[in-house]
Each structure stands twice: as C-alpha cells, then as structure tokens.
C-alpha cells in the first residue's frame, strides 16, 4: 500500500506515491509490469536520442570547420533547457505525465522525418540543423522532466534506487552504448538516413507509451496560475540547501563536459585531426563511457553500500575530472577509451544516488517543478559550456580546451562540503515527518 507524504513546505498531505490503477500482476523482479512498459519506452526513445546527439555534430561537420559553428548545433540543442525548462515542470504538475511524453516524442518524430526529406532533397543546412536541433531540444524538456516525475507513481518509493538503476542501465546502453555507433555508421551511409531512424524509434517509443494503463495527473489543492507554480517549486528547491548544492554541481559539471565534447568531433575524426578516427572510430569511442555507465547503473547500489553515498558521490567528482582532462596528456584513443570506461562507472553512481534522492525527498505535487528547477541549474549550462568550448578551441586551439576544463573539474569537490551522510539522512527524516 503506498504511504502518503506529508509535503514540509505546505504541510499539506501530498498524493500517493503509486497509481492505484498499478499492475496486481505478479512479477518477480518487483517494479510491476506498468514499470515494464515504461522502461522498454524509454529505451527506444533513448535510443534515438543517443543517434542524434552524436549524429547533428557529424553531419554539421560535413557543412562547416567552424568550431563555433559545430558547437553550436550543441547549443541549440540544450538552449531549451536554459529557456524552457521552468514552465516545462508546471506544465508536467499540471498535465497527465504521459499525455505529455506521448506528446514529446509525437513532436520529435515529426520534426525529424520532415528534416530528414528536407536533407533528402538537398536542402539541408547548418541553419536548418540548429532550427532542428532546437524544436528537439524543447520536446526534451517535457518529456526528460515528465519522465523522471512519473516514476514515483509507478513504483513504491522504496524501490525508487532499483527502478532508477534499471532504468538509467537501458537508457545509457541506448543513448550512448548503441546509439553513438549507429549514428556514426548512418551517417557515412546517408545524412537523410541518420535523421529518418531517430523519427522512426520515437513513433515506436510513442506505441509503447500508450500501453502504460493508468492515470498519471497529481491531484491539485485549487487552481493556481502558472507564475505561483513556477515559483514554488524553485523556492522549494532554493531552500533546500542539498539539493541546491547538487543541482549547483551538475550544472558546473555539466558546463566542463559539455564544453570537451562539443569539440571532441574535431579533435578525434578525419586524417587532420590529433586522433584520426573515422566516424564509426569516432562513435565506438564513446560507447567506451556509455559502456561504464552500464555497468556503474547495474552496480550502484552495490558501490554505496562499499562507499557510502557521501564518499561514491565524491569519487564521482574526481572521476568525471578524469575524463574531460585526459584528451590533454593523450591522443591514443585506447587510453582515452580506458578513462571514459572507468569514469563511467563511477559517473552511473552519481546519478542513481542523486535522482533517488531528490525523488525520495520531493512531494509528487512538486516533483515536475523541482526536476525542472533543478535541471534549470544542471542543464542550463550546457549550451554555455558547449560555446565556451569552442571559443576557446578557436583562441588556444583544442588540447588546451581539455586541460582548461580538467583542471576546473576539481574545484566542483568543495561542493562535497555539504554533501555528507549526515546531511542526506536528515533530508530524508525530514522528507518522511
């Protein structure tokens, strides 16, 4: 039976945990068959994510040298979250959570089939990929928020560290194990082809979608308008010195990272490059990170039994320094695969631990709120990063882009100065009185 939770803000008794429309079937893995569903929808839907984050930089490197100009594509792609993601979660509070991922990825899929006949009859351009790259991005925000809001509603809470690592498993294995890869060899093959099979996997992920039964709209105390509810959840976010602080340190990681891989594709593909790898080469080596990922979401309940959450989420810090800075002292892609594997692994346990968290200690009615807020602060410096990349690519030249972020990387461990065992445990107590 799920408790309800007592929201400490308002101390107004918040909506069950779980649906009570959930599946009574037996199933022995626990999530429940709902669980199921949603997961195999969001492993095709990811996998079309993985193809196109790695396919728009591919094909825009066909179109231009520009390091600002590639970066860009980068930018356009994650600009929404900058923009859009606050109205993004009070839109998700206040809509049926998967009404509003059918419509998502309704929405992709259009935009990309139509680019994909547009590029078919030679009337692509860097312009028409940012123009893409963006409506994406957008249809990103309503459907990333609304995905990790609707978990809570569909299995118990304390199951919310398994059903995140089974979900972050499949969606890393198709974001970045299959789908890097597969862009690079659709790409080779045809640039209409790379942006047709994405619109494709989402119109599956949209079949799959409508077999998840049941009701997913948070009850509502009384109308309100959509400024109070923005503002409310980012207060709620704002006060809660954790979740700020973690919110603060993905956003700075997000920056260093997004910052190297916007100009990765220079410095790794083509015979002028300083690791000249072809495009397949090129999507092969980040599969080497995806890969850790894997394997770090299947393992990272066991890593916080053998680290505690404080010192995993720690090491975690040091291992993404790890991977942005390697490129600086290392060309051969095998080393540098080597790092990506390891710093993955330890990467995965961040975000288990931190997006169980945050949902454990999040009221249901604020969930879409705070998840957007949160990825207001994480995600917003993501098209900062990827611009500041290629500026400094252009003034220093690419190693010293990869130096310059490595070294930044280390100042995010003053971050672990709030994020101790004693802090998350008494955020829980506080989030279960």
Known sequence: MASAILDPVTGVEDAPR???GADSRPDPRGLGGRFWRLWS??????????????????IAVGLTSSPVLVAGVVAAFSLPWLLFALP???????????????????????????????????????WLLYLVAFGAGVAETLYDTSAQSILPQVVPRE???????QLHAVELAANQFVGPPLAGFLVAASAALALAGPAGL?????????????????????????????????????????????????????LITSAIFAVLV???????????LTEPGYGL????????????????????????????LGVSVVAMAAVVGVPALSTN??????????????????????????????????????????????????????????????????????????????????????VTDANIDAAERDAAN
């Open 88 to 126: 993004a979660g009070a839109l998700v509070d206040r809509l049926d959570r998967r009404r509003v991922m059918l419509a998502a990825n309704t929405l992709r899929a259009g935009l990309f089939g139509a680019t994909a006949v547009a590029v078919a009859l030679d009337a692509g351009s860097i």
């Open 266 to 276: 220079l410095y790794a593909v083509g015979p002028g490059s300083a690791m000249r």
């Open 333 to 418: 892609p095998f080393v540098i695969g080597a790092v990506f594997f390891g710093g993955g692994i330890l990467l995965a346990a961040w975000n288990v631990i931190t997006i169980s968290l945050r949902q454990r200690i999040t009221p249901d009615r604020l969930l879409g709120r705070v998840n957007s807020s949160y990825r207001l602060l994480a995600w917003g410096s993501i098209p900062i990063g990827a611009l500041a990349g290629g500026l400094l690519a252009e003034l220093f030249g690419l190693r010293a882009v990869f130096a310059i972020m490595g070294v930044l990387a280390f100042t995010l461990l003053f971050g672990m100065l709030q």
């Open 18 to 20: 779980t649906d009570p």
């Open 159 to 165: 199951l919310l560290p398994r059903a995140n690592g």
């Open 41 to 58: 929808a969001s492993a095709v839907s990811n996998l079309a994510d993985g193809i196109v984050k790695i396919a728009l930089p591919l």
């Open 202 to 254: 989402w119109a599956v992920a949209v079949a799959a979608l409508l077999l998840v039964g049941g009701r997913f709209r948070v009850e509502r105390n009384g109308p309100t308008t959509l400024r109070a509810d923005i503002a409310e959840g980012v207060r709620f976010l704002w006060r809660h010195r954790l979740l700020r602080t973690l919110a603060t340190m993905v956003g700075g990681s997000n």
């Open 285 to 312: 080596l980040l599969t080497t990170i995806a890969a850790g990922i894997v394997l770090g979401s299947l393992v990272a309940g066991r890593i916080e039994k053998l680290l505690g959450r404080a010192r995993a």
